[in-house]
């Protein structure tokens, strides 16, 4: 089967460095995007790996390893905006499977 | 650019009762694609399209229907709804997935309730 795990939530303060980790398990996996979600808006795209490495876009970098099925986004100086969830979705020839998200919540 | 766009934005059916929830892209996206999403859940997959006039179920597809006859409008069917369908459903569209980097825009949502 197919399936995406990540944290549920995580607390961090402002200012501070978090990460958010996502295991996958699929088949035909072409690549892992990030996805952020403030409460009652849509998805808006983050960050996208389909190589092993690190993608970085200002305050956000989004890394991957093939090999070990595990992606994970780095979010620096964070900022209260930031409290929304993000979900990682994999993606292959088709379509996107997302994952359950994970509720960031940024503390002053 | 209007981007992509979903009407209408809050609707209530009875159970019973069929509509039909659309969805425009002015960006010339081969991919669309149709999600819910239930309260503190994620994203699932209802319907997607590869282009006109293909269309493939994802992973709850049953009680909805789609079609695509153009490139730019990609609507979903509700046939019998059910309470257990209230939901926020929203409409995205893309580069087709493994061409590049499939960024997904999407709509702002339509919020279902089913009584």
């Known amino acids: 089967g197919q399936s995406l795990e990540q944290p549920s939530e995580v607390t961090a303060v402002e200012g501070a460095i978090v990460q958010i980790n996502c295991t996958y398990q699929?088949?035909?996996?072409?690549?892992l995007s990030w996805y952020q979600q403030h409460d009652g808006g849509a998805p808006t795209f983050l960050s996208y790996?389909?190589?092993?490495g690190l993608e970085e876009t200002g305050r956000f970098s989004s890394f991957l390893s093939r090999s070990d099925s595990y992606g994970y986004l780095l979010l620096q100086e964070l900022q209260m905006k930031d409290s929304a969830s993000y979900f990682c979705?994999?993606?292959?020839?088709?379509?996107?499977?997302f994952g359950s998200g994970t509720k960031l919540n940024v503390k002053p | 650019n209007a981007g992509v766009t979903q009407t209408p934005k809050f609707q209530v059916l009875k159970t019973g009762q069929s509509m039909t929830l659309q969805c425009a892209q002015d960006?010339?996206?081969?991919?669309m694609s149709w999600y819910r999403q239930d309260p503190g859940m994620g994203l699932r997959l209802i319907h997607y399209s590869v282009g006109a006039g293909i269309t493939d179920q994802g992973e709850v597809p049953n009680g909805y229907n789609v079609s695509r006859s153009t490139t730019e409008d990609f609507p979903l069917r509700l046939l019998s709804a059910a309470p257990s369908q209230t939901s926020v459903y929203f409409c995205a569209s893309s580069r087709r997935p493994g061409t590049g980097v499939s960024e997904q825009y999407f709509g702002p949502g339509t919020r279902l309730t089913v009584t």
């Open positions: 699929t088949s035909g996996f072409y690549g």
């Open positions: 790996n389909a190589l092993d």
């Open positions: 960006m010339n996206h081969e991919y």
């Open positions: 979705a994999w993606s292959d020839f088709n379509k996107f499977y």
